[in-house]
C-alpha cells in the first residue's frame, strides 16, 4: 500500500496525424508527436512516478501504418518496468479493427495494461481503483461516466474518461459534444482524480481552479492554431494532506497566432518587433492575421517581411482576407495625372465605397491588381 499517489496524466497525443496544412514541416512535427511519448515516460522515470495514465487518442487513428505502430509499441516497451496505463480514445477507439488489437501489441509486457472494458480495475499494491471509461466508437452520444459508481475497499479512486463537457466548451464544433458528461454528475462521483481526454487544451488551469476533481491534460505536442495551452502533461500528487495538479511543459512546436489591425508601418514594425521576440524560433510555427486598410505601398512591405519571416520560423501562414488595400497618393503618382491609370483606380475605389460589405473586398483585390497590372507596364 502507498500513503502518497504521484502520476503523470497525458492524452491527445494523436501519433500518426498527416498534418497535410504544413507541407514539407509535417513529416517533423509527426516525428514530435512520437518523440512526446518518449519525454512522458522519461519524465515518469525520472520523478519516479508510481505510474503513467494515457487518456484516449494515442494514436490518430486506427489505421497507422505498422512501421508507426511498432515504434510505439518499441517506446513502451523500452520504459519497462514503469506501469502505464492506456485508454483507448475515439480516434483509436477498442474493438476488432482498433490498433490495440493487431499483432504489434499483443507481446507487450506487463508493465502496459490498455483498458478494454468499463469496469472498476484494482491495484492493490497502490490501494487503488481505476474506473476506465474506453471509447468503442468514433462518435457517440451516450455518457461515458454512467456506469460509475465509486466502491469500497481501496483508498484512492481515479476515472479514467475520454469524452467533452458541453457547458465548458462552446460546442463551436461538432467533436466538442461526442461522448458529453455533466460537470455536476463528474462532480458527484466522488473521486480522487477525474483524468480526461478528448480536449486539446489544459483545462481548467490549476492556478485557476485547484478544486477541480477534474482535468484534462491536453496534448503534449500542440495538433494546431487554437489550441490554447496545450503542450503539457500533468503531474498529480495525491496524499493525506491533499492534492497538488502541475502542469509539465513537454511540446517542441509552438502554434503562435498573430492578430494585428494595421493602417501603417509602424503597426507593421510591431509585428516585426513581436516576432523578433520569440525564442528559439526554429520551433515557432506563426500565423498572423492582417485587418485594416492599407496603402498598396505597404502591401508590398508586408511581402518583403514575410519573406524574412519564412526564413527566421519554420512555417509562417499570412492571412489577409480582412486587408483592403488603399493605393496612397505616392503610389498613384507614379502614373500620369489623368490618364487611364489613375481614371481606372479612381472609378475602382468610389465603386468599392459604395458597395455593400460582402463587395467591398472584390473591388480591393480588383484595385490590386489594377495597379500592379498597370505598374508592371510601366516597368
Known amino acids: 500500500m502507498t500513503a502518497q499517489l504521484t502520476f503523470l496524466h497525458t492524452a491527445d497525443l494523436q501519433i500518426g496525424m498527416a498534418a497535410p496544412g504544413l507541407g514539407p514541416l509535417a513529416s517533423q512535427v509527426q516525428e514530435a508527436r512520437i518523440a512526446s511519448l518518449k519525454t512522458i515516460l522519461k519524465l515518469g522515470a525520472e520523478r519516479k512516478v508510481n505510474f503513467v495514465i494515457i487518456v484516449g487518442d494515442l494514436f490518430e487513428t486506427n489505421q497507422v501504418s505498422k512501421k508507426c505502430a511498432l515504434e510505439v509499441v518499441n517506446i513502451l516497451e523500452n520504459a519497462s518496468p514503469l506501469l502505464i496505463f492506456i485508454l483507448p480514445g475515439n480516434h483509436d477507439y477498442y474493438g476488432p479493427n482498433s490498433v490495440y488489437a493487431r499483432s504489434e501489441f499483443l507481446h507487450l509486457g506487463k508493465h ?5 472494458e468499463r469496469k472498476p480495475y484494482i491495484i492493490p499494491d497502490l490501494d487503488i481503483t481505476f474506473y476506465p471509461s474506453p471509447c468503442f466508437e468514433t462518435r457517440g452520444n451516450e455518457s461515458p461516466i454512467n456506469w460509475i459508481k465509486k466502491q469500497s475497499g ?15 466548451f462552446g460546442g463551436n464544433q461538432a467533436e466538442d459534444e461526442y461522448f458529453p458528461m455533466n460537470e455536476k454528475e463528474l462532480r458527484n462521483l466522488g473521486m480522487d482524480y477525474i483524468a480526461l481526454g478528448h480536449w486539446h487544451s489544459l483545462h481548467p488551469d490549476p492556478k485557476e481552479e485547484s478544486d477541480s476533481p477534474f482535468y484534462y491534460s ?10 490554447k495551452l496545450s503542450g503539457f502533461a500533468l503531474l498529480v500528487e495525491l496524499g493525506e494532506t491533499g492534492r497538488k495538479i502541475t502542469p509539465i511543459y513537454t511540446s517542441k512546436y509552438q502554434f503562435i497566432d498573430v492578430q494585428k489591425t494595421v493602417a501603417s508601418s509602424t503597426d507593421i514594425d510591431s509585428i516585426q518587433t513581436e516576432l523578433s521576440n520569440f525564442p528559439q524560433p526554429e520551433n515557432k510555427l506563426i500565423r498572423i492575421t492582417l485587418n485594416g486598410i492599407i496603402s498598396i505601398a ?61 463587395d467591398k473586398a472584390k473591388y480591393a483585390r480588383a484595385i490590386s491588381l489594377t495597379y500592379r497590372a498597370f505598374k508592371g507596364h510601366l516597368s
Open 298 to 358: 505597404l502591401r508590398e512591405q508586408i511581402e518583403q517581411l514575410v519573406g524574412e519571416w519564412n526564413a527566421k520560423f519554420p512555417y509562417v501562414r499570412l492571412i489577409e482576407t480582412g486587408l483592403l488595400l488603399e493605393p496612397s497618393d505616392s503610389d498613384l503618382a507614379e502614373f500620369m495625372k489623368g490618364g487611364i491609370a489613375q481614371s481606372t483606380i479612381s472609378l475602382l475605389q468610389r465603386k468599392r465605397d459604395a458597395a455593400n460589405s460582402s
Open 154 to 168: 481501496t483508498k484512492y479512486h481515479i476515472a479514467i474518461v475520454h469524452g467533452s463537457i458541453p457547458s465548458r
Open 218 to 227: 491536453g496534448t503534449p505536442e500542440p495538433t494546431g492554431f487554437g489550441e
Open 112 to 116: 502496459v495494461h490498455i483498458f478494454s
